[in-house]
């Protein structure tokens, strides 16, 4: 036939001849005016990118002075804070401010007298002995308004909030916290390539750059009087960039400009934008070209739908689909070597279908151990998954005591056909050589002929050894794929534990410093010593009875520690008083539980104890005090501290009477109970008693 020779023509040239001249005039024509469109397309995305960082770089500010007033605000009227101001307390101004620092993450505070004179500095650019009642900020607070500024003092640039702290007749000095505008911070401000600089009086005071020019006294002039972001090109390190500049107010103190530059030929900018235009045109180009050109494609590509066909057959699952294609150019080579990567791929599926098991447990792993910071809860979820993911016989965790670097048995998993000894085997021989050589795979032991394979990795915490994960085989020979395996899991399992410990810390650390605020408390009064802490020990018997989890007992715990913090605001000659008090002075003491509330409202990790500090003098009928709540409408935890303070102050000794016996104190619960007590508490109290030797009915 004379068309056999257009037949062996390479597929290349059967399309591309009939329109290669075409596409030439075409884009010859459409190319200038292409380009014209993607230059003024590279502008309008710069200066919508650059005006979005500018407001993202006014609101964090913004944000920035808020949350410092708020905090000024709320340390300065602090009771400990005013207290320290009063008597100019170095150690007290500590006690109660350097906590809140850490907290909140600020770099300083001072603390100034009335006539503006610092009296206690921390990290703070102003010495002891300075004065500071020119600076605006200060000057405003101590007028009682507290207010915010950005100064420059030793060549850094702060962000101040000063608030004023009171006495009884009025204003006694001024609390003062900042941030540090240093090139760290200017970089959490900017975004990717973006650079940032803020201008006070043509200065620069902050910037993520190193050295950053002054700004010209005309181009910061026409900052301040224009109505929208000045847009320029400025010159940074040999480099042009495109700047947007606008005028920014912030607290006290003179006008800043704030300025966002990016490079003027953004690469990934315009690459967007070029790719995005090209395939417009080209899409233009060939439906042009679709009508002239749909026989001839028809005829050169039923090969390749034939083709596509059979893959669709594979996609979908189908890998004993045949592979072939009627003719003799380049699509039977390409259909040839699909039908290659086909019997491949039935190989490599099963493969991944081991690996995509994999990735799913160890997300399950990583989901549920990230979600407790209980060590107990931590331990069972990587031993029994690690034995499914690897099909394991045992595997073991084990835990180094950071006092005595030896390795102990966490917790370990095993099957009915491993025995003791194989465990005592890994928990000593594969924890010591996984200690000295990290991670290992040993395949049968002689030692442990019932294994078949076993691999051990380490569990590494800041680059130091904390343990190790164990893992053994009756009938699985392990790889290095499982032991890279092994070794993710056992990261995300290092990481798990060490949060779970350092959790553990924080809560005993917070607890000890409930403790010694409770023992200081209780100390005012020689007849309430250690009473706080025999609250807590009655209230934590009646939990264990009722069943609460270990956070409600520590909840239970601190409150029972700090219920009566409140008495701080009661004058000694109330609180200490020898005899009976008065129906005025009995008022008085009771908004100590409305005063502790409002002590601890302030402070987050102590906010679950708020309700049962304040209701702890609740009478379940209703004639309690702070609110008049009555039964289920008092939280369980305020119910149950009201019978342990009941039943110390009944057995201990009081200015105005003696104390009494435990026989004589149940009594007096039984009494009450149902009109000041919680019936169904009083029962479990007492039987909490009985069941601890403390009170029996003979």
Not at 64 to 76: C, F, I, T
Not at 115 to 142: E, R, Y
Not at 318 to 336: C, F
Not at 551 to 569: F, P, R
């Amino acid at each position: 036939m004379k068309i056999e020779w257009l037949k062996k023509l390479k597929i290349r040239y059967k399309i591309a001849l009939p329109f290669i001249l075409l596409i030439f005039v075409t884009a010859s024509i459409a190319g200038p005016i292409a380009a014209n469109w993607v230059a003024d397309k590279i502008r309008s995305e710069s200066r919508k990118e650059l005006t979005a960082q500018l407001n993202e770089a006014r609101r964090y500010l913004t944000h920035q002075d808020n949350y410092l007033r708020v905090l000024a605000r709320s340390y300065a009227s602090f009771p400990l804070t005013e207290e320290a101001a009063e008597e100019r307390s170095e150690a007290k101004f500590r006690q109660v401010l350097l906590p809140q620092k850490i907290i909140s993450e600020i770099d300083f505070v001072e603390v100034v007298n009335a006539q503006g004179k610092v009296i206690f500095n921390h990290l703070g650019p102003f010495p002891v002995g300075a004065a500071l009642a020119p600076v605006d900020a200060v000057k405003t607070a101590l007028l009682d308004i507290t207010s915010s500024q950005i100064i420059t003092q030793d060549e850094y640039s702060y962000l101040i909030a000063a608030a004023p702290i009171h006495k009884r007749e009025g204003v006694n000095g001024a609390l003062v916290i900042g941030l540090r505008l240093d090139n760290e911070l200017m970089k959490k401000i900017a975004q990717a390539h973006y650079q940032i600089t803020i201008y006070l009086n043509t200065k620069p005071i902050a910037s993520t750059l190193a050295n950053p020019k002054p700004l010209d006294q005309a181009s910061y002039e026409e900052v301040l009087g224009s109505q929208q972001p000045l847009q320029q090109t400025v010159n940074i390190g040999g480099s042009a960039f495109l700047s947007l500049s606008s005028p920014f107010k912030l607290g006290e103190g003179g006008n800043l400009v704030i300025q966002i530059a990016n490079p003027a030929e953004s690469a990934k900018s315009a690459l967007r934008t070029v790719i995005f235009n090209v395939i417009a045109l080209n899409s233009l180009l060939l439906l042009i070209m679709s009508f002239l050109g749909y026989l001839i494609a028809r005829w050169i590509t039923d090969p390749i739908y034939a083709l596509v066909e059979q893959s669709k057959k594979v996609t979908a699952g189908d890998l004993e689909t045949k592979i072939e294609a009627p003719t003799r150019d380049e699509i039977e080579v390409l259909a040839k070597s699909f039908g290659q990567t086909v019997q491949s791929l039935k190989k490599r599926t099963e493969d991944l279908r081991q690996r995509l098991f994999e990735l799913s447990v160890l997300h399950d792993i990583s989901l549920t151990i990230s979600s407790t910071l209980d060590i107990e809860d931590i331990l069972p979820v990587v031993t029994e998954s690690t034995r499914r993911l690897f099909n394991a016989d045992v595997v073991c965790v084990m835990i180094r005591d950071p006092y005595t670097n030896q390795m102990t048995e966490g917790l370990c998993s095993k099957s009915p056909r491993v025995a003791g000894e194989i465990v005592e085997f890994l928990e000593e021989e594969l924890a010591k050589k996984v200690e000295n050589e990290g991670a290992v795979i040993v395949s049968e032991n002689e030692e442990a002929p019932f294994l078949k394979s076993m691999m051990g990795v380490p569990l590494l915490t800041e680059g130091e050894l904390s343990g190790a994960v164990l893992v053994g085989s009756v009938d699985r020979n392990y790889i290095d794929e499982d032991l890279q395996v092994l070794t993710t899991l056992s990261q995300q399992t290092a990481v798990a534990l060490a949060n779970a410990r350092l959790f553990q810390s924080l809560q005993d650390a917070y607890l000890g410093i409930v403790r010694a605020l409770a023992i200081a408390l209780d100390a005012r009064d020689p007849y309430t010593r250690g009473h706080s802490e025999q609250v807590a020990k009655y209230a934590l018997m009646v939990a264990d009875e009722i069943g609460f989890s270990p956070k409600e007992k520590q909840s239970l715990e601190m409150a029972a520690y700090l219920h009566d913090i409140g008495k701080i605001g009661i004058r000694d000659e109330i609180l200490l008083k020898p005899s009976r008090l008065t129906a005025e002075e009995m008022k008085v003491i009771r908004e100590h539980p409305a005063i502790g509330a409002s002590i601890l409202a302030p402070l987050s990790f102590l906010g679950e104890i708020v309700p049962t500090v304040k209701y702890h003098h609740e009478h379940y009928n209703g004639e309690g005090y702070p609110e008049g709540l009555k039964e289920e409408r008092i939280p369980v935890g305020a119910r149950i501290l009201s019978l342990g303070d009941a039943f110390d102050a009944i057995t201990s000794e009081r200015p105005y009477r003696a104390k009494r016996s435990i026989k004589q104190a149940v009594a007096e619960l039984k009494r009450c109970s149902g009109s000041q007590f919680d019936p169904h508490l009083v029962e479990i109290f007492i039987k909490a008693l009985k069941k601890r030797g403390i009170y029996t009915e003979e």
